[in-house]
């Protein structure tokens, strides 16, 4: 089992609706949970972090939390084709006595116009 | 704003070769990482440094060698280059304690021939 999973896609969604992208992890000491958006030859930039259960909402994004299922989720409302990416869950964990950050290996998202 | 700057956009060397990337930091940060981005494989971590002159491995450090004589500046270094180390490289910082976002560069595309 990888340790932060999320489904390559192609996940496409019509603009205007509601894009799911979601994340499971399997470290429960997990404490920090980050979405980085990353354009085709870009670099990752962060949209969302979140730290405890629940839902974290900025503008257009919620981000959902729930440890005791080991899943994080990324809504995005209203979507727009510049929102066409491949948007990565990290997750911050221990392993070895040592913090690191441990990368899904993205979904990418099409949204269609 | 915090920025994060690496020596080369697009790289090209011969099999062999010693290959030096540089990374820089302006927001005195603790942290520095080095990863690699490689389709279907993600983000994978190379080496990590949570301070000057330290440096700790990651998941794939074979290859590799790294230096952190300045707290903003954190190089990775390809002893002798080969083709299967052709990759987008991207450097990282964060500052302690890693529950914060890291801040990634432009990253660096390496192609070896």
Redesign the interface.
């Known amino acids: 089992q990888k340790e932060v999973e999320q489904n390559?896609g192609p996940l496409s969604v019509p603009e205007g609706a509601i894009a799911s992208l979601n994340c499971t992890y399997s470290d429960r000491g997990s404490?920090?949970f980050?979405w980085y958006r990353q354009y085709s030859g870009?670099?990752?930039?962060?949209i969302m972090?979140i730290?405890s259960n629940g839902d974290k909402e900025d503008g257009r994004f919620t981000a959902q939390l729930n440890k005791a299922s080991q899943y994080v989720s990324l809504l995005i409302r209203d979507s727009q084709p510049s929102d066409s990416a491949t948007y990565?869950c990290?997750v911050?964990g221990a392993r070895s006595g040592?913090?690191?950050?441990i990368?899904?290996?993205?979904t990418r998202l099409k949204v269609l116009a | 704003d915090v920025k994060v700057t690496q020596s080369s956009r697009y790289l090209v060397k011969r099999t062999g070769e010693k290959v030096f990337l540089e990374c820089v930091q302006d927001m005195d940060h603790e942290n520095m990482?080095w990863y690699r981005q490689d389709p279907?494989?993600?983000?994978r971590?190379i080496y990590?440094s949570y301070d000057v002159k330290m440096k700790?491995k990651?998941d794939i450090p074979e290859g590799y060698s790294v230096s952190r004589e300045k707290k903003e500046r954190f190089s990775l270094i390809l002893e002798s280059a080969s083709t299967n180390q052709t990759s987008m490289y991207?450097c990282a910082s964060t500052p302690r304690?890693?529950?914060?976002?890291?801040?990634?560069?432009?990253?660096t595309r390496l192609t070896v021939t």
């Open positions: 390559s404490q920090s980050f870009k670099s990752p930039e962060l972090s730290y990565l990290a911050e040592t913090y690191k950050y990368f899904g290996t993205g | 990482f279907g494989l993600g983000l971590l990590f700790e990651g991207l304690p890693l529950t914060y976002e890291q801040y990634f560069g432009p990253g």
